[in-house]
């Protein structure tokens, strides 16, 4: 994990606490909608390399 990752989990792991349940529950949709999002287009890349 780089420097870059590693300060934006320390203002994650900061903000979190201070989210309401909307707050985090939009932050969870968001980070797996763009994990979602780059396991696609890995996949995307692979199946287009055939």
Same mark, same amino acid.
């Given at each position: 994990?780089?420097?870059? =990752?590693?300060? +934006? !989990?320390?203002? +994650? %792991?900061?903000? !979190?606490?201070?989210? %309401? #349940?909307?707050?985090?529950?939009? *932050? !969870?949709?968001? #980070?797996?909608?763009? #994990? #979602? =999002?780059?396991?696609?287009? =890995?996949? =995307?890349? *692979?199946? %287009?390399?055939?």
């Amino acid at each position: 994990m780089n420097e870059n =990752e590693k300060k +934006i !989990l320390k203002t +994650i %792991d900061k903000a !979190l606490p201070k989210m %309401d #349940a909307f707050e985090k529950g939009y *932050f !969870l949709g968001y #980070a797996e909608s763009k #994990a #979602a =999002e780059k396991n696609k287009t =890995e996949e =995307e890349y *692979f199946v %287009d390399v055939e």
